[in-house]
């Protein structure tokens, strides 16, 4: 099995409410990658991942987890680690009775790694996670996660709270899990800064919708800034599907995602960088999706 | 889960476990003294018990007591439950650990009540078991001083046997049911506090009368049953009488009504003015020679009577069992609420 997170059509909307949290969100994220799952707040980041993570149940659609209903069971809740949005932890119990929660309710729990872990970053079991820093509280959070042995990780935003410097070490030292664990990651940021070094593949997320999933390396490959003369607006380049597109008086500027070699001369093709690349999805949604509201002056 | 429900549970589970120890050690050091001090006759065992201001205290105490456990079990023990879990978000951290929801709040939930069901069962056993001589005599008839509720009687049928029990594990599913409703560890005390002490007036007021079929006994009225008239209207013109009360031979009784029946066998509203002869002249004036014999002839010949409706002292044990079944179901059903209520949403 090579699917990790499979979703169709999936859709949710709280209570009452006749807002979609998230709408028609069709995905297939395999096994064996960093999915970052990249969206402005209020895309339907923590939506999507709650409802992986079972927390949540669909108003619409399905999702499978690893080939099952989330949490539909204990032993399918000891294959997928989930750490919540701002890292919840018992503030007033220790760090130790925090790991033993975790011996206690799982099966495959991983002491020796546990402690290890616990012992590398420094922090003593016997302090109330109420007096630990934001960081520490997250690394307390991810060892939980991280001890149970998962074969899929969550990761809700588990940088948000964090300064730079925290941020960049939580970040190395999930890097330095996955690669000895052979985790399956699927973690959202509303910063592409923080996944950048970590993703290997990355879902963008607007308005409750998916607009683009894929392989970031092919991603990378198959998109492009292009500059050219002033052109009509919106026709870009024949061929190509075009993200986004500007214009000043002389100059076209456009992004593709490419459909074949570029060949086209008047063009100036130039490669995107991660962070360009996500940008320009979420302002191609900005530009042509949303209506944009009309100005009247009333006398 | 075990070492976890204990973990979060003992917080408060401790300080209230060992008031009730407190209390409890009390009772067995001075238990044994009532037992024996009742040997001497029930009418001098209760007027010495009377001046006994420490027993006294520790009697009412007692009754205090097993009316507050259910608060704060409900309160402290069942409120806070769940709602502090989502209040904090650790809920997610411990349901997503490799433990379904609903196990999770099984144990929870049998933890508590078990604790639960061992205080409140500890607590009414040793003030059942230290008040028996006390409640004996008052049952005989001889209640004296403060001594004076039978067992059977509202104020303390909810003190005595299991009733408390059920109580207790009622006011913990109250608290549980409100902190996943609401959501807020504070506003769900709150509720509880309200619906816990609503149920118990309303099975007083309402529901445990209804459980055993009460005794009646009709009775004609004569000067030596004749305990309480009510008149309105001032002394020097009574308007009418607007009850009168009697005395049955009956003792330690729950008395439901003392009615007035004419010769029709139709409840009295009202009785007449001239009933008041019968209960003498006003305080300070001098007695008609005759009046109150012909009162009471008069009374007689019309053809009244008294009924009045009572549980016997003897129903204590029926009245009991059935109320603690009847709360017990209830307990179990918002239970099942609990588990029904804790799937879906986590947000």
Redesign the interface.
Known sequence: MTTALRTHELGKR?GRSRHWALKDCTLDLPTGRVVGLVGPNGAGKSTLL?LA?????PTAGRIDVLGEAP?S???H??R?????Q?A??????SVA?HL???A?????WDDALVRERIDRLGIDPSRRTGSLSGGQRAQI?LT??IG?RPELLILDEPVAALDPLARREFMQDLMEAVAEQDLTVVLSSHLVSDLERACDYLVVLVDSQVRVAGDLEELLASHRRMTGARRPSDVGPAGHHVVTASHTDRQSTFVVRTGGPLVDPSWDATPLGLEDLVLAYLRGDASYERPRPTVEVVR | ?I??TW?QLR?QAVPVAAAVALLLVALAVTGPSLVDAAEDGARSFLTGLSADTFKVTLYYAGIATAYALPLVVGAFWGAPMVARELE???H??????????T?WLAFKLLGAAAVTATVAGLLSWALTWWAGPIERAIAAGEGTGPFMVSRIEPALFGARGTVPVAYALLALAFGVLAGLVIRRTVAAMAVTLVLVVATQLLVVSMVRSQLAEPETITTPITEENLVGLMISGDADTIENVMQIQVDTAETGEWELSNLTLDADGERMRTLPAWVADCGGPPPGERAQAGAREACFERLADEGYEQQVTFHPTSSFWTLQWRESALLLVLALGLGGLCFWRIR????
């Open positions: 709280y709650g993570a079972g927390m949540l149940v949490s069971g204990s032993e809740l000891a997928v680690g989930f750490v919540s701002d919840p932890t018992y503030r007033g119990m009775d033993r929660l975790g206690h309710l799982n099966p495959r959070a939980m996660a149970k | 889960m070492w976890l973990r917080l904090a978000r650790t997610r951290l411990v349901w997503s650990q490799s433990v379904t929801r196990r879906g949403d986590a947000p």
